[in-house]
């Protein structure tokens, strides 16, 4: 666990519960340091970069807080430098309750998973949305060429803490692209199989067919 994180994250209600059920100590040890924010390395670089999707939660004016899933083509979330994070929000169903709490309130926390492998990082920052001309700007250098969606405005995200969590209760999903990758040396075999046993059969039709 980073350190910032655990800063921001146990609060004494929180401190209290881990006292409470013994993991306290644990906790305290992860977090000593200083409260500088947390800095993304070439792990989390390369971790961000390889997602096709994640969750943003905000909490709104009522106190509520919303969850919303994010998606697109594989790393549109890009790490732009050590603190800081951005994506192009792409035109949805125009509801637009992420982009107004986060008017109220910056902060926003990000949950990302590798599912195949297990793996999850959550990050903590505060939102910058920019739109019209700041956004086509950066919209040029966030867009992915192949993927046709429209962007209505960027969020860049300057992240003060973050957390790479357990392993724990995630059960492995897989994409059709990562399943078609582990099926692709079998498919070979089989069409090289299938060819071979064409080759077989035609081998032997002829004999069968030779003058005795």
Known sequence: MARNFGSLVFTPVVQALQEKYGSRRQ?????????????????????????????IATVGSTGWPYV??????????????EH??????????????????????????????????QVRLKILG???ILEGDAA?????RLRDPGYKAVIERVYLIHVEGLDWNCPQHIT????????????APFERRL?????????????AQTS?????
Do not use: C
Not at 174 to 179: G, K
Not at 191 to 203: F, I, M, P, V
């Open 68 to 81: 919303q899933h994010r998606g697109g083509p594989k790393g549109f979330l890009k790490v732009i430098d």
């Open 126 to 128: 505060r939102v910058e």
């Open 172 to 183: 492995p999903r897989f994409t059709v692209e990562q399943i078609q990758q582990e099926l």
């Open 136 to 140: 086509r700007e950066w919209g040029d």
């Open 208 to 212: 069968g067919n030779s003058p005795g």
């Open 84 to 117: 800081t994070i951005a994506f192009a929000d792409f035109r949805g169903n125009k509801q637009y309750v992420s982009t107004g709490n986060l008017a109220t309130d910056n902060r926003a926390a990000l949950i990302m998973v590798d599912y195949p492998a």
């Open 191 to 203: 069409q090289e199989l299938e060819a071979e046993n064409k080759k077989l059969r035609d081998a």
């Open 27 to 55: 906790y305290a040890r992860m977090a000593e340091g200083n409260a500088s924010p947390d800095r993304l390395g070439p792990e989390e670089s390369v971790f961000i970069g390889e997602r096709d999707s994640f969750y």
